[in-house]
Structures are given as C-alpha cells and as structure tokens.
C-alpha cells in the first residue's frame, strides 16, 4: 500500500545530542519536503528536495540538515538538539507535476528536547 | 511579501453549515488547496482550485475567486468529526506551496 512513513513518533531528548528524524514513501513521488509545525500555528517549509541528489532549504532558517539518497528515503538531521527545536516535524511527498502539487503527509514525529 | 489570512477560530451547530474564508497575496498563483488537520494529526488534502468558480465534493464545497485573491471552503450537516483546523495554502509562481495559520473549527451539538 502506497504511504508515507515517519519514525521515530514521538522523541524526547536532552540538549546538544544529535538525531536522525526518518521519513520513507512508497507513492512514487520525486518531490519530499520536511516541515515545523508548533501547536495552533502554519506549516514552516524547512527543506525539500526534488529528487535524488537533490536538496533545498526552505522559508525557516534551520540547523537541520536532509540527504537524499534514495528517492524514497528523507531523513532530517539536526546535529545539536536545543529546546528551541522543540516542535512536530512533518514529512511530505508529491508527485514532480507542476500544474498540481498535492502533498502527502506522514503521521509526524513530536520532538520535544529537554 | 507573501500572505494568506484566514480566522482562526469558529463555531458552529452539529447539522448547520459553515464557511470558512482565505485571502491570500502571493508572488503567483498556481492554485489553492484546502486541507483538514485534526489535533495532533497530520493533514489531509480536501480541495484544489485553480479555475474560478465552485467545486463540489460530498458535503463540502470549496469556492475561488482569482481576481479578488479569495477563497472559501464550505461545509454542509456539520458532523462532531468536522471539528479539526482547516489550512488554506496557495502554489505561488515557484510551485511552491504558501500555507495559513489555519482555522480551528469547532463543532457544538
């Protein structure tokens, strides 16, 4: 079944250890994006990327990094976790069509760094 | 700069119907969605409109108007399920997707 998966879903964490947020889609999709998300606010874009090889920043300044190596896998790094990145962290795809760009989402991981 | 505007919180009846407004000022337009985020989960696609005009889908409705930068989403026999945050987010010139805050709806009995 076509989807998108995030792991962990929940993580606490104490500052300045690094993690790995992981993403993977089975949609078939080119495109993948990582958004920030705190509770009752917008989405913030903080990396995309269009395919393999290809990778982004978005609108949010962020000490985040992504890869993407395979197309189907996008994982979010932040090398020194602070309480500031305390948020959910949202996984998207779509399909490399420009006259229409519906996103998928993944279930979301909540970070919170103590 | 790019904006999109919508209230960020209504209440309605369970059964009545609502409407819930966008405006956006974007660098471009390639299109405008409508999402649902229930609380905690991610969201989930509802409408897209690129052409003026009204689309239909079940029980909700979601309305464009390009000229006056202007959209609405519409929902008809409000169910409790309904209660969720409602995104509005538009495809700027760079295919890029602009979101809103949101609009937390809330749903009486």
């Known amino acids: 079944e076509a989807d998108i998966y995030q792991t962990p879903r929940y993580l606490v964490i104490g500052t300045g250890k690094k993690i790995t947020l992981e993403c993977s889609q089975t949609m078939g999709h080119d495109k993948m994006y990582w958004y920030q998300q705190d509770p009752g606010m917008e989405l913030h874009l903080i990396h995309y990327?269009?395919?393999?090889?290809?990778?982004e920043k978005g609108d949010l300044s962020s000490e985040s990094t992504v890869s993407r190596i395979r197309t189907e896998h996008f994982p979010l790094t932040l090398e020194s976790a602070r309480p500031s990145h305390t948020s959910q962290y949202l996984c998207?795809?779509?399909?490399?069509?420009?006259?229409?760009?519906?996103?998928?989402f993944g279930p979301g991981t909540r970070l919170t760094v103590l | 700069g790019q904006n999109i505007d919508q209230p960020t919180e209504m209440t309605a009846t369970e059964g009545a119907i609502v409407q819930i407004n966008c405006t956006y000022q974007t660098s471009g337009f390639n299109g405008l969605f409508w999402y649902q985020q229930h609380a905690g989960e991610a969201p989930t696609f509802l409408s897209y409109n690129v052409l003026n005009g009204l689309e239909e889908k079940g029980r909700f409705s979601s309305f464009l108007s390009r000229s006056k930068g202007y959209s609405y989403l519409l929902l008809k026999e409000l169910q409790m399920k309904d209660s969720a945050s409602y995104l509005c987010?538009?495809?700027?010139?760079?295919?890029?997707?602009?979101w809103g805050a949101g609009t937390k709806l809330i749903i009486k009995p």
């Open positions: 998207a795809s779509s399909a490399l069509l420009t006259d229409y760009n519906e996103q998928f």
């Open positions: 987010a538009v495809l700027d010139s760079n295919y890029q997707l602009i």
């Open positions: 990327s269009y395919g393999v090889n290809s990778t």
